[in-house]
C-alpha cells in the first residue's frame, strides 16, 4: 500500500505571494492532518480534516488555510506569505481520528 | 493542560549499545494513545511504536520497546543493539481528546546520534 505523499516537496516563495500545499493520504485513510515544524517552535498542530470537514484547528492565523476532497485528499492554502512561514510541512493520514498517524516526506517551503 | 517532556535535548551512544530515551506527560485523562516517532535526516516521520494506555504490557517492535509506567505518567523508549541507522530525532506523543476532538500532543524531541 503507498505512503502518505505530499507534493510538492520544495517551494520557494516570496513574501505575499500565496502557496498551496497537496497531500495524498494512504488509501482507505478518511482522516488527514497537518503540522508546521520550524526549529524553533518544533512541530505545531495546524488542523484536521476527516470525511471533508475541519475537524480541529491549531492556533494559527486566518492565513493558514486548507480543505479536504471526497477522495480523502487534502490541501492547505498559505496566503501573504511571511517570513516565519519558512518551515517543513508534514502531513498525516489515519484511519479515523482516534487511530495512529502516517507521515508523508513534507513540503520545504522557503520564503524570501 | 497536556504536555509532553522530553528531558534529554541530544543523547550519544556507541554502535550496539542499548539507550533509553525519556518521556513524560500531563493529562487528566484516562483513554489515550502513546507514540514514538523518529525523525532521520530525511526529515521523514516514521512511526517507530505505539502504546495504548488501557494496556498494561509494553509495547515491543523488534530492537524498540517501551517502558510505560501510567501512574507516574512515564513512557519512555529502550532501543536495544544500536544501530547507525537509528541515528535521528526521536519524538514522544499522545493522542488525546482536546475540546471534544482529537489531537496528537508532541514533545520537543532527543536528538539521538549513534557512533561508529
Known amino acids: 500500500k503507498a505512503g502518505v505523499t505530499q507534493t510538492p516537496r520544495y517551494l520557494i516563495k516570496t513574501r505575499g505571494q500565496q502557496v498551496t500545499l497537496s497531500c495524498s493520504p494512504i488509501?482507505?485513510?478518511?482522516?488527514v492532518s497537518w503540522y508546521q515544524q520550524t526549529p524553533g517552535q518544533g512541530l505545531q498542530f495546524l488542523f484536521e480534516?476527516?470525511?471533508?470537514?475541519?475537524?480541529n484547528k491549531g492556533n494559527f492565523p486566518g492565513r493558514f488555510s486548507g480543505r479536504q476532497f471526497s477522495n480523502s485528499r487534502s490541501e492547505m492554502n498559505v496566503s501573504t506569505l511571511e517570513l516565519g512561514d519558512s518551515a517543513l510541512y508534514l502531513c498525516?493520514?489515519?484511519?479515523?481520528?482516534?487511530?495512529?498517524?502516517?507521515f508523508g516526506p513534507g513540503t520545504r517551503l522557503t520564503v524570501l | 493542560a497536556q504536555t509532553v517532556t522530553q528531558s534529554q535535548p541530544e543523547m550519544s551512544v556507541q554502535e550496539a549499545e542499548t539507550v533509553t530515551l525519556s518521556c513524560t506527560y500531563d493529562?487528566?485523562?484516562?483513554?489515550?494513545?502513546l507514540f514514538w516517532y523518529k525523525q532521520p535526516p530525511s526529515r521523514q516521520m516514521i512511526l517507530v511504536i505505539r502504546?495504548?494506555?488501557?494496556k498494561q504490557q509494553n509495547a515491543t517492535e523488534n530492537r524498540f520497546s517501551v517502558n510505560f509506567q501510567k501512574a507516574a505518567k512515564s513512557f519512555s523508549l529502550k532501543i536495544s543493539d544500536s544501530q547507525l541507522g537509528d541515528t535521528a530525532m526521536y519524538f514522544c506523543?499522545?493522542?488525546?481528546?482536546?475540546?471534544?476532538?482529537?489531537?496528537?500532543?508532541w514533545g520537543a524531541g532527543t536528538k539521538l546520534i549513534i557512533k561508529p
Open positions: 506523543a499522545f493522542l488525546i481528546i482536546v475540546d471534544s476532538n482529537y489531537q496528537l500532543i
Open positions: 493529562t487528566s485523562e484516562s483513554n489515550y494513545y
Open positions: 488509501s482507505g485513510h478518511r482522516s
Open positions: 480534516y476527516f470525511s471533508e470537514t475541519q475537524r
Open positions: 502504546q495504548e494506555a488501557y
Open positions: 498525516a493520514s489515519s484511519l479515523a481520528p482516534d487511530d495512529t498517524q502516517y
